[in-house]
């Protein structure tokens, strides 16, 4: 059965609008590439890199509730302050993150990253300092690893002991670009 596009979309902003939709979804292009962003009433839960929405909409599912739809409108607030970001319009964000679903470590260094200022950068050594365990570099690194929400919490900010780019998991070309971008310089993606 084939929906029209005008009563699809009808359809799609009733259910945003119902306070039983858990999670609402939709995918945006950026400089770096599609981006699946992802809310629930109590704020951004996803920002994912080279997303596959089947596989987003059953995570995220299986971590808030069933009830996951792509509803655009509901995102228009955080797809506005990434295209401010990505213009070099915006040095922070004003987003509410729904980081419930995680561990308390996680939500600690998760926490803490958020912190870093645009432009600057720190050490997966000085980032577990700042959060009172300077021997836990590698869980940090571990925690980072899986932060759900790029870009809005800056893991691209965070380099090895050397300075070295490593341990992005949108991928080092990636990492360069939104280090580039905060020093002038983005170059897109292809």
């Known amino acids: 059965m084939n929906v029209s596009t005008d009563l699809d979309r009808r359809f799609r902003d009733a259910a945003a609008s119902e306070p039983a939709l858990e999670v609402a979804y939709d995918v945006t292009e950026s400089p770096v590439g599609p981006l699946l962003l992802a809310a629930t009433d109590r704020g951004v839960c996803r920002i994912s890199f080279e997303p596959e929405p ?43 993150s729904d980081l419930r679903a995680l561990p308390a470590f996680q939500r ?23 959060i009172g365990k300077p021997r836990a570099a590698r869980a940090v690194g571990g925690a980072l690893n899986r932060n759900p ?27 360069r ?12 993606l292809e």
């Open 54 to 96: 089947e596989a987003e909409v059953d995570r995220l599912a299986r971590t808030f509730g069933r009830s996951v739809l792509r509803a655009p409108r509901r995102l228009d607030s955080a797809r506005r302050q990434l295209d401010e970001y990505f213009s070099g319009e915006r040095r922070s964000f004003e987003l509410e």
């Open 177 to 188: 670009a939104l280090l580039g971008l905060e020093q002038g310089e983005l170059t897109l």
């Open 149 to 175: 929400i790029a870009i809005v919490l800056p893991c691209h900010r965070v380099l090895g002991s050397t300075g070295s780019l490593v341990g992005y998991a949108g991928g080092l070309h990636r990492k």
């Open 108 to 130: 600690l260094v998760l926490t803490e990253l958020a912190r870093i200022p645009w432009g600057e950068t720190t050490s997966y050594g000085r980032l577990a300092a700042r």
